[in-house]
């Protein structure tokens, strides 16, 4: 939620497609989340749908983390049930006239059915990719070693990191360091009005999910970081490793680990989340949603499709 209003509100982005799938929530949800988040930013855009369920396991959702309905105690429509007619992600990128930077912020599931359906076509069209999955020096946020949307789907995980694209892995390692504390979102419901008390009923559950499971006072908002990145790429500092996704059941599940074998991806090792903050107090928070940057001509215009599973958040945020 928190990393589509930040894209939507930044005219540096020029935002081609949403694709939905599973991840916090079921598909449903996350369509009708979707659909919400675009009429309180005032924006219109593609949307798609992706996948319903993993490659190989069983449909997990993360109700316990986000609700019901993926955004907490935001008061939302029932969900409609019928996405048939909704384009695939294949299909939204075989739309785009020029290459995009396609953003997952959930599980891979999506991308991995495009690429075992028309791997040139992604090849083409996807000119750079990034992940929010993972996790290399940290403990993991589903089991001790696993990050949810790797553990979800590890085979749709292992399907893109053999495929090599020009694939950003922003994990746990830095996407931990972005913590929301309470007085900041209890801040949302007096300083951006209406739309922001919106914000806050979704970002509550999530607050209290992380005080039962952690002991943590606030929540981490995951998503954010590789939006952060693409308006101010020096939010995130990378390195290019070897790394493999272990498939086994288990703890184990969906660990991502340095491998000399495996596919080269570049991992975002450092934040520097004092560059990330002003950019979601600014664009999301102080407008409670509402794209502020509307109307402003964009100084540049990177193409950006984004996968947003549960269009809830990440790892925790799981979308």
Known sequence: MLALFLALASPELDVRGISVSYGNTVVENAYRN??????RAGRRTTLGVGARRPLKRPLAVARETHGESGLGYAQLVPAGVTLDFVKSLERLLAEQPQPVTLVTLGPLTSLALALRSDAELVRAKVARHIAMAGNIAVQGNTTRYSEFNAWCDPEAL?????AELPTELVGLDVTRQAVLAPPEIARLGSAGGAGGRWIQDALRFYVEFHKRAEGLDGCIVN?????????????LAFEEQRLVVDLEDGDHRGHTRVDPTGARVRVATRVDMAAVRPLLVERVFRGGGAAGARGA????????SLGAQGAGGAGGARA
Not at 297 to 304: D, E, G, L
């Open 223 to 235: 998503d954010i970081l590789p939006i952060a990145a693409l308006i101010n790429p020096s939010v």
């Open 158 to 162: 292992d399907v893109v990191l053999r």
């Open 34 to 39: 979707a659909v919400e988040i675009l009429r």
């Open 297 to 304: 001509r964009p100084t540049a215009t990177p193409s950006v």
